[in-house]
């Protein structure tokens, strides 16, 4: 497949798509069990959105089911 036609199937990047692919990246080091909460993961920049009011402070503590995440 080439990745002009990935590209061209995708929906259109909406603005609560884009913020649930941040999420999906932000919780991602916690899905795979490298940590255990997005805080502990050094290589992100979790913990600017949080400072910048984005995330409240617990956020990504319990588990997140990204699979229902249903778009407009």
Known sequence: MSYELHFARCAPLTRLRLEHHV????YNPVKHEYV???WEWPHSSFL????AGVYEAGWGQGQ????DV???
């Open 70 to 72: 249903e778009y407009a």
């Open 23 to 26: 999420e999906y990246i932000h």
């Open 48 to 51: 600017r959105y949080v400072e």
């Open 64 to 67: 997140i089911n990204f699979e």
């Open 36 to 38: 255990a909460s997005p």
